[in-house]
């Protein structure tokens, strides 16, 4: 439960997931969405402002900081049983080059604060077992990102099919293929391809059909079995 209440601001995006995690920025809001895409990612114990760490200033003051996100893993899942808890901070890249094409007047950020209540954060998340990592915008705003917010409306609203099994098999005999050719081998003419790409587009985001997510799907992005020896990608 958040320890912080998110309010309406007049100068941040700010509202609600669809699973009801509370964002406070576009930012949060995108990597949520990578969170809810990630496999290993238990999505139901995303927790968002849930964690009050305690933190001395460099005058002797005690004061209070809450981390955006804190994430927990999949424990009936072998790649992620082990796996300790994240507690994120969730940052804009903060170069100048960045700064000047943001619509927003940028937070002002003070180093030396960050650093104290970063490392609490820090020695709190060791306590609990869990880890403290700071995660910046460039490594939320990827290809991956895109392909992901496109996935996620196939994932949580196209249900299974009984072509889903046929369709995995086809691909295991023919071997790598494009997502262009994949989809013609069940469908010849535009109106049944537009039925089928949905269920393929599901295959690929519960990572049933490997692809490399980290560049842009196209209809030439190649299809591969994971029964040819590919392991689903982590995030």
Known sequence: MPTRKITRSPVKVTGTTPDDQQFESTLEEDFLVLMRFNRLVDSERIETQSVKVDWQDDAGKMRTYTPDVLVHF??????????PSRLCEIKPNLDEDNKKDRPYPPRTENAAENKLK???????????????????EREI?????????????????????QIDAQMLACLTQEGPISLEEFIKKFAKNLESRAKIFPNCYRLIATQQIHVDLTKRLTL???????????QPPSS
Do not use: C
């Open 74 to 83: 999949r424990k009936d899942l072998t790649e992620s049983r082990d796996l």
């Open 118 to 136: 970063w490392a609490a954060a820090s020695r709190l998340a060791a306590m609990r077992g869990w880890e403290f990592s700071i995660v910046y």
């Open 141 to 161: 705003r990827t290809p991956y990102l895109d392909n992901a917010k496109f996935l996620m409306r196939y994932l949580e609203h196209t249900p299974a099919s």
């Open 220 to 230: 030439q992005t190649i299809l591969t079995s994971i029964d040819a020896g590919n």
